[in-house]
């Protein structure tokens, strides 16, 4: 039909004819924005409202008609209306037969209702196409015409045809449609932007925790510590000692914390000896954030990784460095190469980089983009393999470059370890134990489990 | 049809012969190149053309025939001509009646005639199914197989079936098609292949510009200035003191620039009292290039980031280190740590990283991936209040940096001010305005008005 | 009949009855996995085998029947069973006349047989209507729920309406459709899960080999050599010093090597005197890997840009400095600035880092989602404009940085050359060339050739 239509049309002289009209129930805001919107893009617009006497709301090109003559106008109808007005809709049942109605509705909590909004209307107009569409795009981003967000438009519904129009209408607008199936889906698609980062929350919080207790533990041992038993004022270190001090162990912790659920996991089903059950929910939760937890661990990384870069440049480091050279100078002698400590230094930094250096590849193949262009070996290659290799290399650096604290006793200030040995807990416990889980004796029985082995059947019943 | 074709064909014994004959009319370069490719992906092809003697130009394997013999060996025919050539297809109306005929014509200028080439195909051949597909595609880019670069085809028609074909036929050859809907949607397709980056123009002669203009001042103040007046060479200050001196104004300035018309559309909107009313033209530009404008501002500034690291490896900079410690030395005293100077520069060094990783941060999220994996409210959160943080951030880096210099007269040689107080009128002039526009007074008529609260419902008939 | 079905049970009170049943023959691992998940999405899960004793196996709230029962019950049968037993569905024919069936399953090796499972099946049941889907997705990821990979699933098939029944199967369990056209795509498919980076092999295996190279020559020449001849152990070298030298010199080898087929291509053309004869097989596979050949490229040249930027972090540098300063002060005198070496020292690295600049960003167009919104003409500019200037600035700065040891003697320790030379020679090649190419009387022929003309036509035949 649509098609027909449209080769009809092609044939008539005037091309500005050439769009189908819609008809927009209801004069709201975003009703008259995605009106505005529509008439822009060549399509007449009908708007059916109560009172046909409040056109100065409505878009200057559209017409305003009552709900039955406009819904008589169009194929399309937009129900631009609230949820809890659709039962007036229920009268116009006849009008509305057969017709696409477009659900455009947003609740203002996650899971408000029992059914989504457009399986409401679905219910209530059991004759129409009802799809829903449109509601992931702000009506002020339409309005200014300023779409630098997402250009996406999910859109669902159960009739394949009249999904098709909707989408030629959100294509026409400029945007970016996409098929999520049927009608199921729109529970989903009415959650969708009422969310802000909801995997990123734990990851964030807990990062920011660590944070702030790093912080001031650094600035007890570091800062108050040294004012007092030393009278020297060091509170400028505020500004990047002590981040600096803190980025990296927050960072080798977060990274360790991506791989123990793994651990967790593998022994819970060395434990139950098959992997037909589910996980405790907090190591499913954890599970589902792992990625969210390594690239905020790989936030931390980057700014340890600029804030060592920027040392040279420090006033306090070319003080300490100039004053450590005249004394020199002033003694007439001049130190001889330590190559141990040549060693110690060019190999924490080289282990340094090289972690980083994976660490960032673990980043960039998390991207949408590229994850997509990978299949499950090559993704599992890169954030097992390489991703435990990361983890080893940044553990080996934290501990070449604090090894020599362990045994020193001006580490041990107000007897609390440095803040390095704290940072080595967990990535070694995590490396020791995944150590142990590679062993064939031990990992034999694992991957048969994986590959669907049970070792008490009657248990999964 | 096409389902029953291939499970019967599939039946067959012989595989090879499992694709359906494509005609292709017009033996040019494209026709060439597309033939070749998809005998290489196992299609029959059959030439189209006048003259059945050239047979030396198309590819080994293809039939050569006349047209109409050509067009009734295949449900498909690509038209490999150029649109000025289309009118002798309407002799053959009658056996392209409800074939699929594929346009894959481009034009040399965008816009060149009212109607895009497809929809002229579709007009002059009324009873055909027409397509537009492939023009994105590069002839040469098909013949060397190095498809390296996108391999979108995009593809649109207002015959579902139709359009299906085609589709299957561009995954045949390797290519990924994208459905763009009907064929209202062939004018865009046909002007996507003649564009150049034309969101880009702007901003990058915009900082270029900037960049011209404040290398030259800087020129100026800091190598011909200490020339003529301290007689001093510092020449190389070309090649990295004063590029790390421009780049971080420009990436200020341009990060400003980046604010600065959502200021301006507030300010518009509360002095007209209503969002219905289209911005100016200029603004509205403005607003559509602040992406590019602020990934500009990035590049900048990981210039800047770069250049200021790279500095203790300079060779300028290792003299005067060693002339500074020498001369300590030599006098025989050591200067003790200035407290203030450590403070600030180790202020505005964390500034700066704090500032670059935010910017890294929106940066990243605005690549196509990211930015359409997350909603509205989450895009808005990172884009304005994080990028306001990182604009704040860079502010405060550069007045901490550049402080001191506002109330030195040496800053002012030849009475022009240094180049940090004008890199810091823009962004402080946006921070001040923004700072006026969240006072409650302010904000709540604008939200008002943003929800599509009127002032003079009257004004937007 | 999906649409009305579905439109009748949204009448229904029952909502958690609104999925349809779907089949699966097999309670082998992965159909377990797949009940599992579809029980969890809502669906009736109704399993076919030929023991219906035990049900210890199948998920707890899956039915367990007959093969001819299970399949009677639903229009979706999912084949869970391997290849070679696919024949014991002959005898089913008759029921599974016209329903759904969808082959999952995978090869233990690339193209293990002549045609792939999907049509295979096709061919055994001409009734049934075949769909391949589910193969690309991990049965531990399904079951772990950890889909932190890519959740696209590919489906293909000859059947349109067939096809969107998977599609919103796989939907419905939170992964992503991919339409990959009719059962001809299966065989593709089915040889997806199986690859690991197969583009990356070669230029993986050359960089390794290359860098193993030169690892080894510096460690004859730096160490070895200063050890035997000066008596220094500078063995710490190994750790950042030789890493850094390699690193360069692999980067900018590549990079050239990203160039060079582009160059024997057009040598090839100029000669033969057409573009409508096919490159030989090396040419056109190094054509192939030049995106991962330039990343490489990238990854070398980012660890280069790190080792150097740590340098003076390091403590065998500290020591350097202190060493000429210190003697310096000793004998009372101050070096003047030498304003060649200031020049040379600052070209050097702005060369290094604006070139370093334009290969991220070439790096950055390469990410598959920018990539794909760029047409061919950008694609164009960027890769072959900006990623020459990024070969001949980098070359540059291996120029400027390695020109001193030319003429010194002290280059040609073992009278074997410093690398700095070895690594300038294709660059230096590659862009020699590329300027010949260039010249009008040898760029308009080429031209012509690659829009079609042949000289000599008859040989095209």
């Known amino acids: 039909m649509n098609k027909n239509c449209s080769n009809i049309m092609a044939l008539a002289p005037s091309t500005s004819n050439k769009r189908e009209t819609v008809c927009i129930f209801g004069t709201g ?206 509170s400028f270190f505020i500004a990047i000692t002590i981040p600096n001090r803190v980025c990296p162990v927050v960072a080798l912790i977060l990274l360790a914390l991506v791989y123990l659920p793994g651990i967790f996991a593998a022994i819970i089903q060395l434990y139950r000896g098959t992997k037909y059950r589910r996980f405790p929910d907090w190591l499913d939760k954890w599970m589902l954030c792992r990625k969210q937890l390594g690239l905020i661990a790989l936030a931390f990384a980057s700014l340890h990784v600029v804030f060592t870069l920027v040392t040279p440049m420090r006033a306090f480091v070319s003080w300490r460095t100039s004053k450590g050279i005249i004394s020199q100078a002033l003694n007439n002698k001049t130190e001889p190469l330590n190559n141990t400590n040549a060693w110690i230094s060019d190999c924490y930094l080289a282990l340094g980089i090289l972690g980083f250096f994976l660490f960032v590849l673990l980043g960039i193949t998390s991207l949408p983009s590229v994850s997509n262009n990978v299949n499950w070996r090559e993704f599992r290659f890169v954030q097992s393999k390489l991703g435990y290799l990361a983890l080893i290399l940044c553990t080996a650096h934290t501990l070449v470059y604090g090894g020599k604290w362990f045994l020193s006793p001006s580490a041990y200030k107000w007897y609390l370890p440095n803040i390095y040995m704290l940072s080595l807990v967990i990535p070694c416990a995590v490396l020791v134990v995944k150590f142990v889980l590679i062993f064939p004796c031990v990992d034999k029985p694992l991957t048969q489990i994986r590959q669907g082995w049970e070792r008490n059947p009657k248990h999964s019943k």
């Open 29 to 234: 805001d975003f009703g008259r924005a995605l009106g505005h919107k529509m008439i822009q893009s060549g399509y007449p617009v009908v708007y059916g409202s109560r009172s046909t006497q409040i056109s100065s709301l409505i878009p200057k090109d559209a017409e305003l008609l009552s709900h039955a003559e406009a819904a008589q106008k169009a194929a399309i109808i937009i129900i631009a209306i609230q949820r809890h007005h659709y039962n007036f809709l229920i009268p116009l049942a006849e009008i509305l037969h057969g017709k696409v109605l477009v659900d455009i509705s947003n609740n203002l909590k996650l899971n408000q209702y029992p059914e989504s909004n457009a399986e409401y209307l679905a219910q209530l107009l059991p004759g129409s196409r009802v799809v829903k569409a449109f509601n992931t795009v702000s009506a002020w981003a339409l309005q200014s015409g300023t779409l630098d967000a997402s250009r996406q438009v999910f859109v669902c519904g159960d009739d394949v045809e009249a999904k098709q129009m909707v989408m030629n209408i959100v294509r026409a607008l400029g945007l970016t449609p996409l098929d999520k199936g049927s009608l199921l889906a729109a529970q989903e698609i009415e959650n969708y932007p009422l969310q802000l980062f909801p995997m990123w929350k734990f990851p964030i919080f807990l990062s920011l925790g660590l944070t702030a207790f790093f912080f001031f533990y650094c600035l007890a041992l570091d800062v108050i510590y040294t004012y007092i038993y030393e009278k020297k004022n060091f």
